[in-house]
């Protein structure tokens, strides 16, 4: 988890992706710059959700701190914060909830 606190605002989200660990196929060993991104991953935080119609109040998101989510292959934009590599994509981005 990120040392700082990092606050996504309106309906974005803070994922760290998960590392589905390295894969050698036939001896090959695949670059990271080669790599696909992984599509799953952990949710760190949540902004306060997207206005209202009235634009008066926030809709609360739908995910939450925990959950395992799953992401489209090129969402987000990808941030590094003290270290870590995390992604932040708005709800929208967001497929799935891994239950």
């Known amino acids: 988890m990120a040392k700082k606190n990092v606050r996504p605002i309106f309906d974005r989200?803070?994922?760290k992706r998960q590392?589905?660990?390295?894969?050698?196929k036939g001896g090959i060993v695949?670059?990271?710059t080669?790599?696909?991104k992984?599509?799953?991953g952990t949710v760190i935080?949540?902004?306060k959700g997207k206005r209202n119609e009235a634009g008066d109040d926030f809709l609360k998101p739908v995910v939450k701190k925990g959950d395992r989510v799953l992401i489209g292959k090129y969402s987000g934009t990808d941030v590094k914060i003290e270290g870590e590599e995390y992604v932040i994509v708005r709800e929208d981005d967001i497929l799935a909830v891994v239950e």
């Open 34 to 36: 080669a790599k696909e």
């Open 19 to 24: 590392d589905p660990g390295e894969e050698i």
């Open 45 to 47: 935080a949540t902004g």
């Open 30 to 32: 695949i670059p990271d």
């Open 13 to 15: 989200v803070l994922v």
């Open 38 to 40: 992984p599509l799953e």
